[in-house]
Structures are given as C-alpha cells and as structure tokens.
C-alpha cells in the first residue's frame, strides 16, 4: 500500500509545502469499482456484502455495489494511516485540513476511455484515487 500511495503523498506535501503560508484544503477521493461477475448466493462473501447491505435477498449489481464500496473504504482506512505517517513530510501539518471520502460505483465502467471491457474484466476491479489541495478563499 505505501509503495502505492507514496508518489501521490509526495507530490501533495511539495505542493502543499510550495503554499505553507496559505490555508489550504487536501481533498482526498477514493472510487471503487468492481466488475459484473456474479456472487453465489451461501459463500462466505455473499454473506458478508448481505449483512453489509442489510437486504434480504440482494441482486448481484447491489452486492458488486457493496463489494466496491467496501473496496474503496479499505484503501481510504490504509490512506489515512499513511498520511498520519507521511505528516513531517508536509510543512505546517497540523494546518492542512484533510477532507476525505470514498466511495463504490459498483458494476459502472471506471474508464470509459477503454471500450472492450467483458463482465468480468479484471481491469473493472480496480480503485481509483484522486486528490486536490486547494486555497480556502
């Protein structure tokens, strides 16, 4: 994860560090996406996204929903605990105020750039990351 995550916090803190003496905001936004490949009903993982969804008897797109959203919270959980790491990176720190969020798209298509996605295409398995630093006016 921090080999992953690592490149995006160090072009934040420079950024960041280049505008120490502006208040500034972090926006950090994590997007899961998961592909169209069914869920058998009685497995350990249907199980676990039926209680996460709190349905009785869930369709395969609001599990795949729910299997993106748990995706994109996990990496959000493992982000958080970077950054904490990454702080002495950052000038002023404890000024930067950090907005976080993620969120599943489900079975949506992550980039619509790529137009030969099959239903259980592993490149829809994915969590993208996006992230912004800018001034409080």
Request: glycine share 4%; charged share 20%; aromatic share 10%.
């Amino acid at each position: 994860m921090n080999r992953s995550f690592q490149p995006a916090i160090d072009s934040m803190s420079a950024i960041s560090n280049r505008y120490h003496d502006i208040k500034r905001t972090a926006h950090l936004v994590i997007v899961g996406y998961a592909d169209a490949t069914p869920i058998t009903p009685g497995t350990a993982l249907y199980n676990e996204l039926k209680g996460y969804i709190r349905q009785p008897d869930p369709n395969n797109e609001q599990l795949n929903l729910a299997l993106s959203d748990l995706r994109a919270n996990e990496l959000l959980r493992n982000l958080k605990m970077i950054m904490h790491t990454s702080a002495p990176k950052f000038s002023n720190y404890n000024q930067l105020k950090i907005g976080y969020t993620s969120y599943g798209r489900g079975e949506a298509l992550p980039f619509n750039n790529i137009t030969d996605y099959t239903d259980n295409d592993e490149r829809r398995r994915v969590v993208v990351f996006y992230w912004a630093i800018l001034p409080e006016l």
